[in-house]
């Protein structure tokens, strides 16, 4: 059974920073395109940042220069470090392996507020 759950999300006010895992279980990790997507409300699902299985990364242009994500194939996760966070970051953040296959976590909420 594939499980992608998802932890670090919360509060914090404009211009702090979080840091989101995922820990992946029931995949061969290491083969994996590993990506974080985000929904806020009201809104579609977008694509935020992912890493392949080579470690070459891609981002959205609106976060550019603020988040990292990166990978722990020995640990099966993959974690986003988000720097600089705007009220428009303000989301449920995914986690999402694949290709191969198409997988989803559950979400974490991510609420930039002062």
């Known amino acids: 059974q594939v499980q992608l759950v998802e932890s670090g999300g919360g509060l914090v006010q404009p211009g702090g920073s979080l840091r989101l895992s995922c820990a992946a279980s029931?995949?061969?990790?290491?083969?994996?395109?590993m990506g974080w997507y985000r929904q806020a409300p009201g809104k579609q699902r977008e694509l935020v940042a992912f890493?392949?299985?080579?470690?070459?990364?891609n981002y959205a242009d609106a976060v550019k220069g603020r988040f990292t994500i990166s990978r722990d194939n020995a640990k099966n996760t993959v974690s986003l470090q988000m720097n600089s966070l705007k009220p428009e970051d303000t989301a449920v953040y995914y986690c999402?392996?694949?290709?191969?296959?198409?997988?989803w976590g559950k979400g974490t909420l991510v609420t930039v507020s002062s």
């Open positions: 999402h392996a694949g290709p191969p296959s198409d997988y």
């Open positions: 029931g995949i061969i990790f290491r083969f994996y395109v």
């Open positions: 890493i392949t299985s080579g470690s070459t990364t």
